[in-house]
């Protein structure tokens, strides 16, 4: 027990008896305060103790420890800024050896039970640090006037050592991670920011990587489920689009910066293609499906070295499904999102025909040689452009046109809500669900089979036109190859 008047007791009866052990403590500041006592999680017979002489004109920081009960005590102050004194000390109760320390002015840290000492700062404001402790995995600080901050996921300073720094790249333990089910919310976002829904991955990096950061992800069965990087996305909806989100650029899944990093992933398998500039009605298919439970691989590469993990993903206990309905669940997500990807592609395929057949129009109007592929050409972009408004809204300029113009919903737009409602149920795909699914497949395939009609019938004449005049050919791009995360892809 410490007391405001600089005095230190010890009782090993349950308060029945106590000894003044203060004479014991030398160096201690008569008259100062006790600000805090911790006793130890790890040793028996060992407590720090934090006294406060700053009302007395002393800045200094006094910080004592006794492995004894208090017979004989150490000063751990020697590592600490001679006037910038303390408020709290605690020990890390799964790292021995490890201490933090609330300070006037943030926090400092020592790995070494207080032989040296260093700060602890990130982003945290300089500002008087009154408690702090060690939560689980986190550290919670009280602060005077700047609310409390929470530092998420220890791990990394735990396992900082001298072997960690000298590798190029190194990947720290993964928590094990529940896969939450989270809920939307009107409001807008509050002052203070949560932890991203997900797993936070931590990695090491000795220099700043010339090329980008990747992490792939691989089930049990080695099936890669997606493949996450520290690029930029400029993103395809520029910021004065009515449908641009209101946050602030999104920022890369990974970070590539010299020292420590931190990434997330969303536990949810690779999305689907998306159409480029193309507005959907309702719901997004850049995440697929979420993960089923179960072990994953993680394998984390910067400039050619590699660093590899695992992470065991648990269930939300409130989501009550048995491991085949999990499967299924996840079975026909792939499914749905693979029919996105597939109509996505067919898209991108006749964009890319028309744009050429546009181009070359317009580089040979003047060639009197060329006037019938010209002309022919001319005929067959109004059915290509026929063609992608029934697979999607092209004419679409915000959101709201896909319903307010005349015909409503094409297929993207019919497709992908089906996908964000088999990622956010808590059960088995409908009865109803299916069979829109099955329907929207039978016309994707009567697309399909237009497209393939009309390359046989106009692109592929007039590409053998081409070559008999010399002219350069029209190319139609392949069929999009099998994208990261299809379940039977090999690893």
């Known amino acids: 027990m410490g007391s405001d008047d600089g005095l230190v007791h010890v009782t090993r009866d349950g308060g029945a008896t106590w000894t003044n052990v203060t004479a014991n403590i030398h160096g201690i500041p008569a008259f100062g305060t006790v600000d805090l006592i911790e006793a130890s999680h790890l040793d028996p017979g060992t407590a ?53 320390a609330g300070t006037e002015r943030g926090v400092m840290l020592s790995r070494d039970d207080g032989a040296t000492w260093e700060p602890l700062k990130l982003n945290l404001p300089a500002v008087a640090v009154h408690d702090l402790v060690v939560k689980g995995d986190d550290l919670v600080l009280a602060t005077h006037g700047r609310s409390i901050w929470i530092l998420d996921d220890l791990t990394p300073i735990r396992e ?5 720094k000298a590798q190029s790249v190194h990947l720290f333990p993964s928590p094990v991670t529940t896969a939450w089910r989270y809920r939307g919310s009107f409001h807008e976002d509050g002052p203070g920011e949560n932890p991203p829904a997900g797993l936070v991955v931590q990695y090491w990096l000795k220099e700043k990587p010339k090329g980008d950061v990747t992490l792939e992800v691989y089930d049990a069965a080695g099936t890669l489920v997606r ?127 028309r744009d050429q057949l546009r181009t070359r129009g317009q580089l040979l109007a003047t060639n009197g040689a060329a006037a019938s592929w010209v ?23 915000v959101a709201y046109d896909i319903l307010a113009q005349r015909g409503g919903a094409k297929l993207y737009s019919q497709i992908t809500p089906l996908l964000d409602w088999v990622r956010d149920a808590d059960g088995l795909p409908t009865q109803g669900m299916k069979e829109i699914f099955a329907a929207r497949l039978e016309e994707l395939a009567r697309l399909d089979a237009e497209w393939k009609r009309l390359q ?28 990261p995360g299809k379940p039977d892809a090999p690893r």
Do not use: C
Not at 51 to 74: E, F, I, S
Not at 89 to 94: C, L, Q, S, T
Not at 375 to 397: C, G, S
């Open 375 to 397: 002309k022919a050409a001319d005929e067959v972009v109004p059915r290509l452009d026929a063609l992608e408004a029934e697979l999607h809204n092209p004419k679409a300029e």
């Open 48 to 100: 720090y103790v934090v006294v406060d002489a700053h009302r007395l004109d002393d800045m200094r920081p006094y910080l004592y420890k006794t492995t004894d009960y208090g017979k004989t005590w150490k000063s751990l102050s020697a590592g600490l800024a001679p006037d910038v004194y303390l408020h709290a000390v605690r020990e890390d109760p799964k790292k021995k050896g490890m201490l933090y």
């Open 160 to 164: 900082m050592s001298a072997e960690v």
């Open 227 to 353: 493949k996450l990087s520290s690029k930029e996305d400029p993103g395809e909806i520029p910021p004065d689009d009515p449908d641009a989100e209101r946050s602030t650029k999104r920022k890369p899944p990974l970070s590539a910066e010299a020292g420590v990093n931190r990434g997330k992933w969303n536990l949810m398998w690779a999305g689907a293609t998306k159409i480029t500039r193309a507005k959907i009605d309702t719901g997004d298919p850049e995440n697929g499906p979420l993960v089923v439970p179960g072990t994953y691989t993680l394998k984390l590469s910067a400039d050619g070295q590699t660093s590899t993990g695992t992470v065991e993903v648990r269930p939300d206990p409130r989501v009550q499904m048995t491991a085949a309905e999990r499967a299924e669940q996840l079975r026909f997500g792939i499914e749905v999102r693979d029919a996105i990807t597939r109509l996505a592609g067919m898209v991108e395929s006749i964009r890319s025909v």
């Open 456 to 483: 046989a019938a106009s692109v592929e004449p007039l590409n053998e036109q081409a070559r008999a005049l010399g002219f350069a050919f029209v190319t139609v791009p392949a069929e999009p190859s099998r994208q």
